[in-house]
């Protein structure tokens, strides 16, 4: 029997996204952008029904592509807000064409990705819990994450979400010392 993380559950979807993608360090600045602003459409909601409309999301939001986003217009956002395919929460979509507009920004100054690992210093922060219980909602880096982002316009991303955000793309590696992608997942980090 393999031993995973208590949350990924038996889904087939959960349990292959568990073990190919959650922890593992992600230094794409696209990809970055994607992960965050589908980390808050999950505010309020359970990780699995975002991934089960992963798909629907990559389609209606061009693919994450943020420039392609940043131009959305109100009537670009009534059509998604009527859509599916994606939670229709206005609120959040809204907020995607605003952190495209941001993520731009940082992008053109720094990159997103440097900017964002500049939070656990370049490298990811290699945790070894045992059990969920352990695992922390936020830490100081997601605050400080959550509070710089917010400073250069991003919206939905509060500790919480940044911390959801950090563990999802290996900046900090939270799979459980007795989960068998712990170690893999380590290895990755040169740490």
């Not at 309020?44 to 992963?54: E, P, Q, V």
């Not at 950090?166 to 459980?176: E, K, P, R, S, Y």
Request: net charge neutral.
């Amino acid at each position: 029997m393999v031993n995973r993380c208590g949350w990924c559950g038996t889904a087939p979807n959960y349990v292959e996204y568990h073990d190919t993608e959650w922890g593992v360090p992600e230094y794409d600045s696209r990809a970055l952008w994607e992960k965050l602003i589908l980390d808050g459409f999950q505010a309020g909601l359970a990780w699995i029904t975002i991934l089960n409309k992963r798909d629907g999301f990559r389609e209606v939001f061009e693919g994450f592509d943020p420039a392609a986003i940043a131009r959305w217009t109100p009537a670009r956002i009534d059509d998604a807000v009527q859509d599916a395919r994606i939670i229709r929460h206005r609120g959040k979509i809204e907020a995607t064409v605003t952190n495209a507009r941001a993520w731009q920004q940082i992008e053109a100054a720094e990159g997103f990705s440097p900017f964002i690992w500049s939070f656990v210093g370049g490298a990811p922060i290699q945790n070894g819990f045992t059990e969920l219980a352990q695992v922390p909602a936020k830490t100081p880096e997601a605050e400080a994450m959550s509070k710089a982002l917010k400073k250069r316009g991003f919206k939905f991303c509060g500790p919480v979400i940044c911390y959801a955000f950090m563990q999802a793309c290996g900046l900090v590696n939270d799979h459980l010392t007795s989960c068998h992608r712990h170690a893999p997942v380590r290895a990755l980090s040169g740490r």
